[in-house]
């Protein structure tokens, strides 16, 4: 029976390891082949040589695999109790600089630690997204503003071709006819400006805890047993 010691760290880079090196060996182990009766090889060995070798590498991918799932299993066990302390997040409005420095903090395993950060990054992903389409329709507006005035500046211009009948009072006359058919951009959430301060605050969120699960993978440590 194996037993050993380790950071969380070491724990991760060899599992990481163990996933190439088990990778590999299955995808080169070649346990079925044809060959004719008279041939004496497989690919370039002796025949009972190659039929006695396959043995030996079954065990030693058994023997990888069951050293991953033991380390993988320490570390599952060790992230379900082991804490780390982080700001709560509840809802978007705990994201407002005034409130967030005000946040409380909460104790939670480093196994909803890990879920937690796959879901903001998940979140991130959307809100991205959204801003995509706030964006979309800011620059929708703003173009048209711009045609808006351009046509309302051409329907005045028409109509006063005889420049002697251009009434004194111009900008006043131009600013009623665009109010005609100004577009409005509905913003009730005000997330045009809302929507930059979210993303950088649950980009902010997700480095608070990948510094934070950082540092307890170098200083927790597991013992595996296999």
Same mark, same amino acid.
């Given at each position: 029976m194996?037993k050993?010691?380790?950071?969380?760290?070491?724990?991760?880079?060899?599992? &990481?390891?163990?996933?190439?090196?088990?990778?590999?060996?299955?995808?080169?182990?070649?346990?079925?082949?044809?060959?004719?009766?008279?041939?004496?090889?497989?690919?370039g060995? %002796?025949?009972?040589?190659?039929? &006695?070798?396959? %043995?030996?590498?079954?065990?030693?991918?058994?023997?990888?695999?069951?050293r991953?799932? +033991?380390?993988?299993?320490?570390?599952?066990?060790?992230?379900?109790?082991?804490?780390?302390?982080? +700001?709560?997040?509840?809802?978007?409005?705990?994201?407002n600089?005034?409130?967030?420095?005000?946040?409380?903090?909460?104790?939670?395993?480093?196994?909803?630690?890990?879920?937690?950060?796959?879901?903001?990054?998940?979140?991130?992903?959307?809100?991205?997204?959204?801003?995509?389409?706030?964006?979309?329709?800011?620059?929708?507006?703003?173009?048209?503003?711009?045609?808006?005035?351009?046509?309302?500046?051409?329907?005045?211009?028409?109509?006063?071709?005889?420049?002697q009948?251009? %009434?004194?009072?111009?900008?006043?006359?131009?600013?009623?006819?665009?109010?005609?058919?100004? %577009?409005v951009?509905?913003?009730?959430?005000?997330?045009?400006?809302?929507?930059?301060?979210?993303?950088?605050?649950?980009?902010?969120?997700?480095?608070?805890i990948?510094?934070?699960?950082?540092?307890?993978?170098?200083?927790?440590?597991?013992?595996?047993?296999?």
């Amino acid at each position: 029976m194996t037993k050993e010691t380790m950071t969380i760290r070491q724990a991760l880079a060899e599992r &990481k390891l163990l996933d190439a090196k088990i990778e590999k060996a299955i995808r080169t182990f070649d346990p079925v082949k044809v060959y004719a009766t008279l041939d004496k090889y497989i690919n370039g060995i %002796p025949i009972d040589e190659y039929e &006695k070798s396959l %043995p030996e590498k079954a065990q030693s991918i058994n023997a990888l695999i069951k050293r991953r799932e +033991a380390i993988n299993k320490a570390i599952f066990d060790s992230n379900a109790v082991a804490k780390i302390t982080v +700001a709560k997040f509840i809802e978007f409005e705990s994201l407002n600089p005034e409130v967030k420095t005000k946040a409380n903090t909460e104790e939670i395993s480093i196994a909803i630690a890990i879920n937690r950060k796959s879901y903001y990054k998940q979140m991130l992903t959307w809100l991205k997204a959204l801003k995509q389409r706030i964006d979309l329709s800011v620059n929708t507006f703003t173009q048209a503003t711009k045609q808006n005035r351009e046509i309302s500046q051409n329907i005045l211009e028409q109509r006063f071709k005889d420049k002697q009948n251009v %009434p004194k009072d111009w900008d006043a006359l131009l600013n009623n006819q665009i109010k005609l058919n100004e %577009p409005v951009l509905s913003d009730p959430l005000n997330m045009k400006e809302n929507v930059d301060k979210y993303i950088e605050a649950i980009e902010d969120y997700i480095s608070t805890i990948d510094v934070k699960l950082s540092s307890a993978t170098e200083v927790n440590k597991i013992t595996i047993n296999y």
